[in-house]
């Protein structure tokens, strides 16, 4: 079994930065990849950035160039930096893991979520 928390949501003015962190603890050799999913309000949830056991990353294209995933494994720890953050960025964050052999996204592990608003 793997534990997530997020934390570092809050509310921000659009242009601003704020940065997620994602603690994980549990059967972490077990993971092949950690991602970062968002729902804003009367929506589906959608994939945001995933990071790999080996480093590599994605995106979905409209953070591309804006949010930057990494992951600190000394600490278990993934990140996700997000800079000029726009409103439609507002949503609930989820962080995921996904085991070894089930791809990278939409992992079997969820965290609770944490809210980032942005006003206009």
């Known amino acids: 079994q793997v534990q997530l928390v997020e934390s570092g949501g809050g509310l921000v003015q659009a242009g601003g930065s704020l940065r997620l962190s994602c603690a994980s603890s549990g059967s972490m050799f077990s993971i092949s990849a950690m991602g970062w999913y968002r729902q804003a309000p009367g929506k589906q949830r959608e994939f945001v950035a995933v990071i790999s056991s080996g480093g590599s990353t994605n995106y979905v294209d409209p953070v591309k160039g804006r949010f930057t995933i990494s992951r600190d494994n000394a600490k278990n720890t993934v990140y996700l930096q997000m800079n000029s953050l726009k409103p439609e960025d507002t949503a609930v964050y989820y962080c995921?893991?996904?085991?070894?052999?089930?791809?990278?996204?939409?992992?079997?592990?969820w965290g609770q979520g944490t809210q980032v608003t942005v006003s206009s």
């Open positions: 995921n893991a996904a085991r070894e052999g089930t791809g990278w996204y939409w992992g079997d592990y």
